[in-house]
């Protein structure tokens, strides 16, 4: 499988409705506020508080509220990703990994919902 920062920048950006700022896809999603929305929008009230706060334990917690919100929607433990492979950096392949499984749930249960009508 290989998904590509931009698919999942596009993917991202379309879904939440704006621009994600930075460089990097670690730039943009390092605070977990465009995660948020992100899952918010997927499935509103996912998470109650988006930390809005540069503090880096607030954008950390923003980031573990994520992947805590994804597991409930049906991700994959195998395909979600621990804080510090975005935060830190260490593994941004497997963030990539999870908004694509994330994409690929969204897809589902769409389809579930249309074949069920």
């Given at each position: 499988?290989?998904?590509s920062?931009?698919?999942?920048?596009?993917?991202?950006?379309a879904?939440?409705?704006e621009k994600l700022?930075?460089?990097t896809?670690?730039?943009?999603?390092?605070?977990?506020?465009?995660?948020?929305k992100?899952?918010n929008?997927?499935?509103?009230?996912?998470v109650?508080?988006?930390?809005?706060s540069?503090?880096?334990f607030?954008?950390m917690?923003?980031?573990n509220?994520?992947?805590?919100?994804?597991r409930r929607?049906?991700?994959?433990?195998?395909?979600?990703?621990?804080t510090?492979?975005?935060?830190?950096?260490?593994?941004?392949r497997?963030?990539l990994?999870?908004?694509?499984?994330?994409?690929?749930?969204?897809?589902?249960?769409?389809?579930?919902?249309s074949l069920?009508?």
């Amino acid at each position: 499988m290989s998904v590509s920062e931009g698919e999942c920048r596009a993917w991202i950006e379309a879904v939440i409705g704006e621009k994600l700022k930075g460089a990097t896809i670690q730039d943009q999603l390092k605070d977990g506020i465009a995660l948020c929305k992100l899952i918010n929008k997927l499935a509103p009230g996912s998470v109650k508080k988006v930390q809005e706060s540069p503090m880096a334990f607030k954008q950390m917690e923003n980031i573990n509220a994520f992947t805590e919100a994804v597991r409930r929607y049906g991700v994959p433990d195998s395909e979600n990703f621990q804080t510090v492979a975005l935060f830190e950096g260490q593994n941004i392949r497997q963030v990539l990994i999870c908004i694509d499984s994330l994409g690929r749930q969204v897809y589902s249960v769409v389809r579930c919902i249309s074949l069920s009508s």
